[in-house]
């Protein structure tokens, strides 16, 4: 795609999306230095402090590297905020899909990697879970990052930190929070024995297990694919059903403990 005279509406808006464009399509390969600011703002024709503006913002979004006295580099071609906003607009059961994959290969990998502290931290987690309820999402999300963490891989960590965030702001924005199952406190509690144990297997089959219930009430609660099947109402029911017995098995998860606790005083 050739560069073209940037409208007078939002210059650096209008120059930040054209060399976007530029790099998605290859016009320049990472670590090839991009055109001067002189050369692109006659291209464009805009000022330079526009193109120096534009430029300010790739470098930031981690597209461009600025070296002094050497110029402008590609330091990568795909866009991150692209892909951001690919997650932020699709459907509440596409991201779930992505997280039962990312999920279930991150147990997989801390059932052969993780040592005693990511134990430690996963029983931790597991503890504080049920202490703040079956609803709490930030005791729920760090109970998740500790298996992340405990697979001892750094790009997965990274890549799960950046999509979880965006999964439970689709997840929110989509259904509500409301209307999304309890947390099951028996399945995290599997969770974390097969990664004890070191069974690859029981741990992916865990991971999965503690989605099966959020995807089966998105299927419920969400209309079926254009063009695709109507969606399955027994299926959609048991996922319903599941979430109940998991929020009943957690309240009384909660009335033992509490009668222990005064049995003990």
């Known amino acids: 795609m050739a560069l073209k005279a940037a409208g007078r509406?939002?210059?650096?808006?209008?120059?930040?999306?054209?060399?976007?464009?530029?790099?998605?399509?290859?016009?320049?390969?990472v670590g090839?230095?991009?055109?001067?600011?002189?050369?692109?703002?006659?291209?464009?024709?805009?000022?330079?402090?526009?193109?120096?503006?534009?430029?300010r913002v790739l470098v930031h979004s981690g597209l461009l590297e600025s070296r002094q006295g050497n110029g402008t580099f590609v330091r990568s071609t795909a866009d991150p905020a692209a892909v951001l906003h690919g997650v932020r607009h699709a459907g509440a059961r596409d991201v779930l899909e992505l997280r039962a994959a990312l999920e279930a290969e991150a147990a997989r990998l801390a059932a052969v990697r993780r040592d005693t502290h990511d134990l430690l931290r996963l029983r931790a987690a597991l503890a504080t879970l049920r202490e703040e309820g079956d609803r709490d999402a930030d005791a729920d999300l760090a109970f998740h990052l500790a298996v992340v963490e405990a697979t001892h891989n750094a790009a997965f960590r990274e890549v799960y930190r950046f999509f979880s965030a965006q999964v439970h702001e689709v997840l929110v924005h989509?259904?509500?929070?409301?209307?999304?199952?309890?947390?099951?406190?028996?399945?995290?509690?599997?969770?974390?024995?097969?990664?004890?144990?070191?069974?690859?297997?029981?741990?992916?089959?865990?991971?999965r297990e503690l989605l099966r219930v959020p995807l089966a009430t998105v299927a419920a609660l969400t209309d079926a694919p254009e063009g695709g099947a109507a969606k399955d109402d027994g299926a959609a029911d048991d996922g319903v059903a599941a979430g109940r017995a998991a929020k009943d098995r957690s309240a009384e998860d909660r009335v033992t403990r509490d009668r222990a606790a005064g049995a003990d005083r």
């Open 9 to 29: 509406t939002s210059l650096t808006d209008s120059v930040v999306e054209q060399l976007r464009a530029q790099l998605a399509e290859g016009e320049w390969a």
């Open 32 to 55: 090839d230095r991009i055109p001067t600011e002189h050369e692109l703002a006659q291209t464009l024709g805009v000022g330079r402090n526009t193109v120096r503006e534009a430029v």
């Open 174 to 207: 989509a259904l509500g929070d409301h209307a999304m199952p309890p947390v099951d406190i028996d399945a995290h509690e599997a969770l974390v024995a097969a990664i004890e144990a070191g069974d690859e297997d029981a741990a992916e089959a865990g991971a």
